[in-house]
């Protein structure tokens, strides 16, 4: 691509050449259908725009220091997205059908991965949706998925500079038994007037209490939490939150390092313990955070300005592997032919 500047991407959506599309319908999913078109049709009464049954997924694919195309641990996405739709009675997409679709979708858009060098990738979105008409409140007997691609830079503009987030309690992302777990769009919808007031009032993003007792971290909008402290990487265990694959990955990558990993409950008054903390996902890579204030106590908890020591391990380590600067001994990677 002559003319993308690609070391200033932002995280945003920008027209490719195709997307791929499979349908699902008389209980089987049909043949890979390559699109240009950036527009669906579907049915007025479509269960996705009535009922939520609406899934997604994020990842992204690397163009390594050697040239290979790198995409970063799709089977755990592509099994995150078969939880998603069972989650909420859609049809389930085979990983190997995951798996086709995705290399067509990166091979097809090609020019569209952005150098290596760049600090910036392509970013796959697949979404599977329910297509079939019904007004009763019953799950679609149709369903599409489709794998778009675009590529992105930092989710957080400042790239890998501390954000300030804002912790809020007068609304709930996700309830300790609904969706949370699950990466469906209704979460996103439940998060919209919170994150963007919090953007509104100088925050990079907000942080979940959990919502039942208000009293421990759940994860921020569009990212999993972990702080570090006394050698140990600490993330919030709560049946609310994403499991984030990028948060597995960096358990692995802190245990590789020597550093005790805890997965529990993190109550809200922990957080003026911990040396380091920081956001992490797909999108959000590690985001580093420098202050984290309660909305409704005016509480700020105060950390360095800039990314702190394990911070930055864990950053360097993770994008090495992505990149193909760093052995992926752990095998997260699948080089696209
Ligand atoms: N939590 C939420 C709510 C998210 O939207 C995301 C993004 O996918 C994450 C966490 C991070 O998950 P992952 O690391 O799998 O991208
Ligand atoms: C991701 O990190 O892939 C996400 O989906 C986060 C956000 C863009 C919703």
Same mark, same amino acid.
């Given at each position: 691509m002559e003319n993308l500047d690609w070391g200033k991407l932002g995280f945003g959506y920008i027209k490719t050449d195709y997307n791929v599309r499979c349908y699902f319908r008389d209980g089987k999913w049909g043949e890979i259908e390559a699109c240009s078109s950036e527009e669906i049709s579907i049915h007025m009464a479509a269960t996705c725009l009535h009922y939520g049954q609406d899934a997604f997924e994020g990842l992204k694919v690397f163009r390594g220091k050697n040239g290979d195309i790198r995409v970063f641990r799709w089977e755990e996405n592509a099994k995150r997205l078969i939880s998603s739709a069972q989650g909420i009675l859609m049809a389930e997409p085979p990983l190997e059908l995951f798996l086709e679709m995705l290399e067509r979708v990166v091979n097809l858009n090609?020019?569209?991965?952005?150098?290596? %060098?760049?600090g910036a990738s392509l970013y796959v979105r697949p979404l599977l949706i329910g297509t079939g008409a019904q007004v009763g409140v019953n799950p679609a007997k149709e369903y599409l998925l489709i794998l778009f691609v675009t590529p992105v830079g930092p989710?957080? #503009? =400042?790239?890998f500079k501390n954000v300030r987030m804002q912790i809020v309690r007068?609304? $709930?992302?996700?309830?300790?038994? %609904? &969706?949370?777990r699950y990466k469906v769009g209704g979460n996103y919808a439940a998060s919209l007037s919170s994150v963007v007031r919090g953007h509104d009032e100088g925050f990079g993003s907000v942080l979940y209490l $959990?919502? #039942?007792? #208000?009293k421990y971290i759940d994860e921020a909008g569009p990212a999993n939490f972990f702080g570090i402290k006394n050698n140990t990487y600490v993330t919030p265990d709560s049946t609310s939150i994403l499991p984030s694959i990028t948060n597995m990955s960096l358990r692995q990558l802190a245990q590789d390092m020597g550093l005790k990993v805890e997965q529990r409950h993190v109550p809200?008054? =922990?957080?003026? &313990?911990? =040396?380091e903390v920081g956001a992490c996902g797909t999108a959000a890579v590690i985001t580093p955070i420098s202050e984290i204030v309660d909305? =409704? &106590? %005016?509480h700020s908890f105060k950390y360095a300005a800039e990314p702190g020591p394990i911070c930055t391990k864990l950053y360097k380590q993770l994008q090495g592997i992505q990149y193909g600067e760093v052995e992926d001994t752990h095998g997260w990677v699948h080089i696209i032919k």
């Open positions: 090609e020019r569209f991965i952005p150098p290596y %060098g760049m989710y957080f #503009k =400042e790239g007068d609304v $709930d992302r996700a309830a300790p038994l %609904g &969706t949370g $959990d919502a #039942k007792e #208000k809200e008054e =922990e957080l003026s &313990t911990f =040396e909305r =409704e &106590t %005016g």
